[in-house]
Nanobody, 124 residues
Framework: QVQLVESGGGLVQAGGSLRLSCAAS????????MEWFRQGPGKEREFVAG????????YYADSVKGRFTVSRDNAKNMVYLQLNNLKPEDTAVYYC?????????????????WGQGTQVTVSS
């Protein structure tokens, strides 16, 4: 069983930045594709960013390209999401997710483990 714990959320003004962290348990962290999702108030959960097992490949939702950066440190069992130039529409609970084996990028259907989420609130 893998446990994921997010941190780093908070309240920021539009144009500000935050760095979210996701700490993973276990000794097989590098076997998992890691992705970030978010769910705003009254909205469906949506894909935000993903990173390959090695960290060599990343991919993003169009809405955050150029503003968000996902990274990972397999030696520390950590994945990060740097949020820059935040907009009010970025307000959401952000979740990290782990995918093992065959995966479908950007989809929630193949997520094996979810974190509890961390709140990001962006004021206008």
């Amino acid at each position: 069983q893998v446990q994921l714990v997010e941190s780093g959320g908070g309240l920021v003004q539009a144009g500000g930045s935050l760095r979210l962290s996701c700490a993973a348990s276990g000794r097989t962290f590098s076997n998992y594709v890691m992705e970030w999702f978010r769910q705003g108030p009254g909205k469906e959960r949506e894909f935000v960013a993903g990173i390959s097992r090695s960290g060599a490949g990343t991919y993003y939702a169009d809405s955050v390209k150029g503003r968000f950066t996902v990274s990972r440190d397999n030696a520390k069992n950590m994945v990060y999401l740097q949020l820059n130039n935040l907009k009010p529409e970025d307000t959401a609970v952000y979740y990290c997710a782990a995918k093992a084996g065959l995966t479908t990028p950007m989809s929630m259907t193949t997520v094996d483990y979810w974190g509890q989420g961390t709140q990001v609130t962006v004021s206008s």
